[in-house]
C-alpha cells in the first residue's frame, strides 16, 4: 500500500509513474500497489487521472486523522474509498458528459392505439390489472385484452420485459 501527496504541478500519471517497486509482495493477481492519494488539487480532470492510474482511494489534504485510517482499511480489503466531497465532484463532473434519455417515446410504443399507450404506462408504474381497471373505467376483462395486444405489438412476452424493453434498458430472456 502506498500513500501518495497529490502534487498540483505534476501530471497524475507521472506521480504514480515516480512510486519506488514496492517493499513487500502484493497478493496475487495485484498489478500494482494499492494506492491513496491525499489531493490538494480538486479537479476533476486530475482526480479521473487518478483513477485511470488505479488510484483506490483519496483523502483531502487536511482530512481528519480518522478518515485516513478509515481509508487505509478500505483500501487494504481492495476495496474503494471516496469520501463525499470528492465523490460529489467526481458525479458533478461526470454528468454533463453522460448521454441524455430520449424523451421521446420509443418506436414500437409509438405503434400502440392511444388507449393501449394508456394502459402500458399505468403498466409502467407497476399497479395491476385490477388497478388499471379502475383507473380506467374498464372491466379486468378488458384490461387483460389491451395487456395481451400490448405484450403481442412489442414482441414481449411479460409486462416486466416490455416494460424494461421500451425504457431503452437490455433485458434477458429467460
Known amino acids: 500500500m502506498v500513500l501518495v501527496e497529490d502534487a ?3 501530471p497524475a ?6 512510486l519506488p517497486a514496492p517493499l ?3 497478493p496475487p493477481g495485484t498489478r500494482r500497489p494499492r494506492i491513496i492519494v491525499m489531493l490538494r488539487d480538486d479537479r476533476v480532470d486530475r482526480i479521473l487521472d487518478y483513477l485511470r492510474s ?4 483519496f483523502v483531502c489534504h487536511n482530512a481528519p486523522l480518522r478518515e485516513l485510517v478509515t ?3 478500505v483500501v487494504f480489503r481492495n476495496e474503494a474509498f471516496l469520501p463525499h ?3 460529489a465532484l467526481i458525479i458533478e463532473g461526470i454528468l454533463p458528459h453522460l448521454p441524455r434519455p430520449d424523451p421521446r417515446p420509443s418506436p414500437s410504443v409509438s405503434g400502440l392505439t392511444p388507449r393501449e399507450r394508456e394502459i402500458f404506462h399505468l403498466m409502467a408504474s407497476g399497479i395491476s390489472n ?3 381497471a379502475d383507473a380506467c373505467s374498464l372491466s379486468q376483462k378488458t384490461v387483460k385484452f389491451h395487456v395481451s395486444n400490448i405484450l403481442r405489438k412489442l414482441g414481449m412476452k411479460n409486462r416486466i420485459q ?9 433485458c434477458v430472456s429467460a
Open 13 to 18: 500519471i507521472e506521480v504514480i509513474a515516480r
Open 162 to 170: 416490455a416494460v424494461v424493453r421500451t425504457r431503452g434498458v437490455p
Open 54 to 57: 488505479d488510484v483506490r482511494g
Open 130 to 132: 385490477a388497478e388499471i
Open 85 to 87: 466531497g470528492i465523490a
Open 8 to 10: 498540483p504541478g505534476v
Open 71 to 73: 481509508a487505509v482499511r
Open 24 to 26: 513487500t509482495a502484493e
